[in-house]
């Protein structure tokens, strides 16, 4: 198994995107990217720590390819608005690929940079694209939350 990283504004619509491809065999929402150690959802809110709201993946190179995940990442959120994804405003809601190998970030450039040449947007794509750093797991009400209350987060 291998470990993917992604931010796209609210984790609970972008963890279900996740959950449904094959070869994704858990995941979990937490944070990344910020400077407080072991943060709450409340820290998080306050868009003082720095942190993303993300979805780590794990899953199986040889029923899923890194390139397949970043696909799903790409269909499922706006790349080209700087801390906001619909309703949701601050940095946590942040476009973000944290990648975990060199080979993550030679994939995630390389898509970043073919999406941007497609034309599909008009603005700019302002994903970052950062080495992972620790990864907080959410408190257990966020995990699977669809999957639990049936919300579809926008």
């Known amino acids: 198994m291998e470990k993917a990283t992604f931010g796209a504004g609210c984790f609970w619509g972008v963890e279900a995107a996740f959950r449904k491809i094959r070869g994704v065999h858990a995941t979990a929402v937490g944070y990344s990217g910020g400077g407080l150690e072991s943060p709450t959802y409340e820290d998080v809110c306050s868009g003082t720590t720095g942190h993303a709201e993300v979805v780590q993946v794990e899953y199986d190179p040889s029923e899923l390819s890194y390139d397949g995940l970043l696909e799903v990442f790409w269909s499922c959120h706006d790349p080209t608005t700087p801390n906001r994804q619909g309703p949701d405003v601050g940095t946590q809601y942040r476009s973000a690929i944290f990648f975990h190998t060199p080979e993550q970030q030679a994939a995630a450039s390389a898509s970043k940079e073919r999406l941007e040449r497609s034309g599909r947007y008009r603005r700019p794509i302002v994903t970052e694209i950062t080495p992972a750093s620790p990864f907080y797991r959410a408190e257990e009400y966020h995990q699977r939350y669809n999957?639990?209350?049936?919300?579809?987060?926008?």
């Open 147 to 154: 999957d639990k209350r049936g919300y579809v987060c926008h």
